[in-house]
């Protein structure tokens, strides 16, 4: 079964059960600021488990990006991916429990086809020290639901992984764990987590490939959790009820709600029975993809061949999607992460000799057609990813060979490479600290990380700086010009106009204002068409006409970007910052634009006289567009 009918089966099963579709956020979280990527689904649903109504309703299903750049270093096995769709069903406030588990249970068995034998479910242990109880309620839950299918399921008290290696599953089908394992937050485990974050205890359904014996070097006994590869988690439903108190306690969210997340790439290979999850459809295409560029046959091939295959596969479809949402490749944030995947991409394919000038962007090429049909920004920014993909491969090609030569000079004094050498390889020859490490590693040397990340940080400041030097010098000319003062709250509509039209990908890079236009400066690839202008155009003078009105409130950041505003969330910003919003207040839901800015702005639009129009849009640099615009 090909992965795009698993999406489709999934959708349209919840949909069945009367769920509504909503898109797949960016992988670069809008509300987010504890991460640089999305890596769950429920990132964008924060305020809604929180409590706020979602205009979608109470029951929703979609498939999410998702990337997690933790597991980097371990993609080139057969089951470790950066990127993967995770498939969510969403009760907020509506169904609990009992049909949570029974419904996922029968789309797995009954709509994916697999054998119920096959499924263990892990559940919640309880804890004394958080109060918080044993999941007695979901093993009921499950048992009945074994028993219709006639598989005995004993509950059995495994705690932590320790415990389960040591003891084993002795005959069981359900099984306690702690919060290590059975309880989801965005900080993990109960203590973790800072107050105002909401959380719950979870249950986490497993796919056992029987064929695989467990190896000992993961412990004495396999169990559910363990790493061996027996068992693959292919869901987990979260049962999302609790809020950390100020004083560390839970106390009970407004609603009981369901946060389920499925890995759709491992449901594929579950329902093919073969753990080895680049053989599923998706991946197929590009290993094959990647045999016709480089004429190296993928089943045959050494292992090492086999894991540079992977990490291609890996890699480029991971920055393929973080391309398609905006990213460039950089030495900084998601860019940083961005260039390190393409990098290590071509590392590893120059290491098992399959390296071909152009193979990040043809690999692309498959990978964009393969799934543009469900994510169709990929098909609208195509060209912007190749020519990304192609720019940074040459760039990285240069510099690996000069980076290379130094690399060697420093390892040949046989001594450890300190966080100077490092940091060097890094900032003028374009080594990750990863690629330093590899190399290091092959020739047994150590890598002072903790200098290397010192001397990072220190980089990274003072590149923030300049680019909020940069960005704040444009702003207003004089903000007593009421002409201006209008023209400043244009931007912000403009802003709010373009993201409407062309995407979450744009931000702003900059702005000048005059009392005769602004000038706007913002992230997007293309050149916009005619239809795109006109949208623009239309979106703003019918917010003109409805004359609204326009509020500013006092917040922290990060209250500001969870309630949706736009700005730079960089540290420089102070404790206290004011957003201006248009049409409602921060957080309203009515609001049509939400910025942090320090104004000032006009009261109501209805000051703003007359219609805006784009008179111009050009190119500003690479990746960022330019409009000019006047109200006439
Ligand atoms: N939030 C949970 C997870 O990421 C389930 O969607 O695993």
């Not at 999305?38 to 998702?66: I, N």
């Not at 090492?304 to 596969?313: E, N, Q, V, W, Y």
């Not at 090429?365 to 098909?379: A, C, F, M, P, V």
Request: net charge negative; glycine share 8%; charged share 30%.
């Amino acid at each position: 079964m090909k992965v795009q009918k698993i999406r489709e089966k999934y959708i349209s099963y919840f949909e069945g059960k009367g769920h509504v579709e909503i898109p797949s956020s960016s992988l670069v979280p809008k509300n987010d600021p504890t991460t640089l990527f999305t890596g769950s689904g429920m990132q964008q649903l924060m305020p809604y488990l929180l409590g706020e109504e979602h205009k979608k309703g109470v029951r929703l299903v979609d498939s999410q990006k998702c990337f997690r750049a933790e597991d980097i270093d371990e993609v080139g096995d057969n089951r470790h991916t950066t990127f993967f769709e995770m498939l969510g069903n969403w009760s907020l406030g509506d169904y609990f429990k009992k049909d949570q588990l029974s419904w996922i249970f029968d789309f797995i068995t009954k709509e994916l086809g697999i054998d119920p034998s096959r499924i263990y479910v892990t559940v919640f242990l309880g804890s004394d020290q958080d109060g918080i109880d044993r999941d007695t309620e979901s093993v009921a839950i499950w048992k009945e639901i074994y028993k219709k299918h006639d598989i005995e399921a004993k509950d059995i008290e495994i705690g932590s992984c320790e415990n389960g290696s040591r003891f084993g599953m002795k005959n069981g089908r359900i099984f306690y764990y702690d919060a290590s394992k059975n309880w989801w937050s965005r900080a993990g485990a109960p203590n973790n987590m800072p107050a105002g974050e909401p959380g719950g205890p979870d249950s986490e359904i497993f796919y056992e490939f029987t064929e695989i014996k467990h190896n000992k070097a993961y412990g004495e006994y396999c169990h559910p959790n363990c790493d061996c590869g027996r068992f693959m988690e292919i869901g987990n439903s979260v049962f999302m009820q609790y809020l950390k108190n100020e004083d560390g306690t839970f106390s009970d969210l407004p609603n009981q709600n369901v946060d389920f997340g499925g890995g759709l790439e491992r449901m594929a290979a579950a329902v093919a029975n073969d753990p080895d999850i680049f053989n599923i459809d998706i991946f197929r295409d590009i290993i094959k993809n990647i045999e016709e560029i480089t004429g190296v046959n993928y089943s045959g091939a050494d292992e090492k061949t086999k894991k540079a295959f992977r990490i291609l596969c890996d890699h480029l479809r991971a920055a393929t999607f973080i391309l398609g949402d905006g990213v460039k490749p950089s030495n900084l944030g998601q860019g940083y992460v961005l260039r390190r995947l393409i990098r290590r991409a071509i590392r590893f394919s120059k290491l098992s000799n399959i390296f071909e000038q152009g193979i990040c962007s043809k690999i692309a090429e498959s990978i964009i057609s393969d799934y543009k049909e469900h994510y169709q920004n990929l098909g609208y920014v195509r060209k912007s990813i190749i020519s990304e993909l192609d720019l940074e491969e040459a760039k990285f090609i240069k510099t690996l060979e000069s980076g290379t030569k130094e690399f060697e000079k420093i390892a040949n004094k046989k001594s450890n490479i300190t966080a100077g050498e490092a940091f060097n390889l890094f900032a003028t020859h374009g080594f990750p600290l990863e690629m330093t490490k590899e190399m290091a590693e092959e020739r047994g040397l150590n890598v002072d990380e903790k200098g290397f990340k010192k001397e990072f940080q220190k980089h990274q400041k003072v590149s923030r700086s300049d680019v909020a030097e940069k960005k704040f010098k444009g702003g207003l000319a004089d903000d007593k010009d009421p002409k201006i003062v209008q023209y400043h709250t244009l931007a912000h509509l403009l802003l709010a106009a373009l993201r409407e039209v062309l995407g979450d990908h744009v931000h702003q890079k900059g702005s000048n204002i005059t009392a005769e236009r602004v000038r706007f400066d913002f992230s997007h690839p293309e050149k916009m068409t005619d239809e795109e202008k006109q949208k623009v155009e239309a979106w703003i003078n019918e917010k003109l006409s409805q004359n609204l009105e326009v509020f500013v409130t006092e917040t922290d950041p990060k209250t500001a970007k969870e309630k949706g505003a736009e700005g730079e969330f960089s540290s420089k910003y102070g404790d206290k910052i004011t957003v201006y919003t248009v049409g409602g207040e921060l957080g309203s839901g009515q609001e049509v634009s939400a910025e942090i800015c320090g104004g000032p702005h006009t009261k109501n639009l209805s000051e703003i006289k007359g219609k805006f129009r784009i008179k111009k849009e050009e190119s500003s640099s690479a990746g960022v567009r330019r409009i000019k615009g006047i109200i006439e």
